[in-house]
C-alpha cells in the first residue's frame, strides 16, 4: 500500500520562507494525483488552503503556493507570518473517490 | 453559502455502533460527493471514505472495510457515517467534507464542524 508521506516538522523565522512537500513511498507525484494541502489549527476543522496542484482556495493569501518540485508536491509559504503555526496536511487523489492523507507537518514559527 | 453541520458528540461502549450525521446547505446536494475524515486525539487525519451523493456509489478506506456504512438522504441534504463494533482507538473527532471530483479537480473545499466520537467502557 502506497503511503503519503510529509516532514513530521519544520521551523521557520517570521518573515521567512519554507517548502513543505509531499512524496509517495512509492513512486512519484504528479498534477494527475490533484494535490490538496488544508492547515490545520489545534480544536479547529481543517481549512482547506491549495487544490489542485497550485490553486489558492477562496480567501488564502497569496504567500501561500503550490507547486510540484521534482517528484514532489510542495507547499510554500512566502513572508511566513506567527499565525501560519499549524499542522499542514497533504491529500492526494488515488483515483475512484479514493484519497490518500499525509501524516502532517507541524510548522513552527519561531 | 455552503454549510456542512454535524450532530453532536456521542458516547459509546465497546462493541456498539454510531451514526454521525451530516447537514448540507447552500449548494446542490447531489452535484458534490461526501467524504468522511477522523482525527484521533493527538494524531493526524484520516480518511474513512467517499460517497457520491449523486448515486450513493461508496469507497471505503480498506482497514474500515466491514465496519464502515455511509448513506445519503437526498430529500433532506444529510450524509451519514455509520462504524460498527466500536473499539477505544475510534475515539475520535469525525469530520464530514464536500468532495469536489468533476474536471481537474479532485480535493475537498467544504468541512463540518467535527464530531467528537468517545469509546469508553
Known amino acids: 500500500q502506497t503511503v503519503v508521506t510529509q516532514e513530521p516538522s519544520f521551523s521557520v523565522s517570521p518573515g521567512g520562507t519554507v517548502t513543505l512537500t509531499c512524496g509517495l513511498s512509492s513512486g512519484s507525484v504528479s498534477t494527475s494525483y490533484y494535490p490538496s494541502w488544508y492547515q490545520q489549527t489545534p480544536g479547529q476543522a481543517p481549512r482547506t488552503l491549495i487544490y489542485s496542484t497550485n490553486t489558492r482556495s477562496s480567501g488564502v493569501p497569496d504567500r501561500f503556493s503550490g507547486s510540484i518540485l521534482g517528484n514532489k508536491a510542495a507547499l510554500t509559504i512566502t513572508g511566513a507570518q506567527a499565525d501560519d503555526e499549524s499542522d499542514y496536511y497533504c491529500v492526494l487523489y488515488m483515483g475512484s473517490g479514493i484519497w490518500g492523507f499525509g501524516g502532517g507537518t507541524k510548522l513552527t514559527v519561531l | 453559502q455552503v454549510q456542512l453541520v454535524q450532530s453532536g458528540a456521542e458516547v459509546k461502549k465497546p462493541g456498539a455502533s454510531v451514526k454521525v450525521s451530516c447537514k448540507a446547505s447552500?449548494?446542490?446536494?447531489?452535484?458534490?460527493?461526501i467524504s468522511w475524515v477522523r482525527q484521533a486525539p493527538g494524531q493526524g487525519l484520516e480518511w474513512m471514505g467517499w460517497?457520491?451523493?449523486?448515486?450513493?456509489?461508496?469507497n471505503y478506506a480498506q482497514k474500515l472495510q466491514g465496519r464502515v456504512t455511509m448513506t445519503t438522504d437526498t430529500s433532506t441534504s444529510t450524509a451519514y457515517m455509520e462504524l460498527r463494533s466500536l473499539r477505544s482507538d475510534d475515539t475520535a473527532v469525525y469530520y464530514c467534507?464536500?468532495?469536489?471530483?468533476?474536471?481537474?479537480?479532485?480535493?475537498?473545499?467544504?468541512w463540518g464542524q467535527g464530531t467528537l466520537v468517545t469509546v469508553s467502557s
Open positions: 447552500g449548494y446542490t446536494f447531489t452535484s458534490y460527493g
Open positions: 467534507a464536500r468532495a469536489v471530483t468533476y474536471g481537474d479537480y479532485a480535493h475537498f473545499d467544504y
Open positions: 460517497i457520491s451523493a449523486y448515486n450513493g456509489n461508496t
